[in-house]
């Protein structure tokens, strides 16, 4: 096949906790990883290259993760093919929802049936592990407790319900992730317990707890930039019962019972926010990334 698109959803941590900091310098966390309906939108396309095109222009640099997601793949199955990678994106940028990991994935996924190259799971996995935390789950998509660097998970029910008001702030904070974890105190990390019973939940079909949606980068986020108390404060203004953060931010989110609920609410926080953010009424995403022919 010469040209294979794949769409590649966000995703939102349903509870994060932060245990400690590794020998590697990575920390290690316990945190509910869910794929929901907010997607960019890649198109690979053989050539002789590699070369890349995406609506934002600051991104099409040499060190996308899509580019290194295909020099992996390209090294470990010793093809010595190309492909000219169009991605559109749709899920905001440095927002913690994790849009370059997800296209990465994807472009593991699709340069593998472009190339039609034979490429285990396992493999891809480890390929995926290597190149960031997050992208071994947008492999599989879904519901995922996620422990370790984030790269071990093990497959959830999704929640009932699964519909979401995600909001991303249009902030631009450099060098984001490094900076908020460099400012957590050791009062910020505890033991994954809360995030656990939250996965027990899951298994046992119940609804999310709201309380148990904790996550330590909401203190050193709003220290930061203390305007972003603004989103949860307009968010619980227009209705919504609880305001969460999604990896180190800056999108915050609502959990809410049905489609209609997430469009009045979403409706509701965008004439509140104007243009400082951009607002997702979504759900969860239940099926892995599908490289299809384009």
């Not at 995030?195 to 046992?204: G, N, S, Y």
Request: hydrophobic share 45%; with cysteine.
């Amino acid at each position: 096949m010469s040209r294979i698109a794949v769409r590649t959803p966000a995703k939102l941590n349903l509870g994060l906790e932060i245990v400690g900091r590794r020998a590697d310098g990575f920390h290690d966390v316990v945190t509910i990883l869910q794929a929901v309906t907010i997607y960019d939108h890649l198109i690979l396309a053989s050539e002789d290259d590699l070369r890349i095109h995406v609506s934002d222009p600051a991104l099409a640099t040499t060190d996308n993760l899509v580019l290194t997601a295909l020099r992996s793949l390209r090294e470990r199955s010793g093809v010595a093919a190309g492909a000219d990678i169009d991605i559109d994106k749709g899920i905001p940028v440095a927002a913690g929802l994790g849009g370059a990991s997800s296209d990465a994935a994807a472009a593991l996924l699709a340069g593998r049936r472009l190339w039609d190259v034979s490429v285990s799971e396992e493999a891809l996995a480890e390929l995926a592990a290597g190149i960031g935390s997050d992208v071994p789950f947008f492999l599989q998509g879904g519901t995922a407790l996620a422990t370790g660097r984030g790269e071990q998970l093990e497959a959830l029910p999704s929640p009932i319900p699964g519909w979401f008001v995600v909001v991303s702030p249009r902030v631009a904070i450099p060098r984001k992730t490094a900076t908020l974890y460099a400012a957590l105190r050791r009062e910020d990390f505890s033991n994954g317990d809360r995030v656990r019973d939250q996965a027990d939940r899951l298994r046992a079909g119940r609804p999310l707890d709201p309380a148990l949606l904790v996550n330590p980068f909401v203190r050193p986020l709003v220290a930061l930039r203390p305007e972003l108390s603004r989103v949860a404060d307009e968010m619980r203004r227009a209705g919504a019962p609880v305001v969460a953060l999604s990896g180190a931010g800056p999108s915050h989110y609502a959990v809410v019972h049905d489609a209609e609920a997430a469009s009045t609410l979403a409706h509701d926080v965008r004439r509140r926010l104007g243009e400082t953010a951009v607002v997702f009424a979504c759900e969860a995403a239940n099926k892995p990334p599908t490289p299809l022919p384009a």
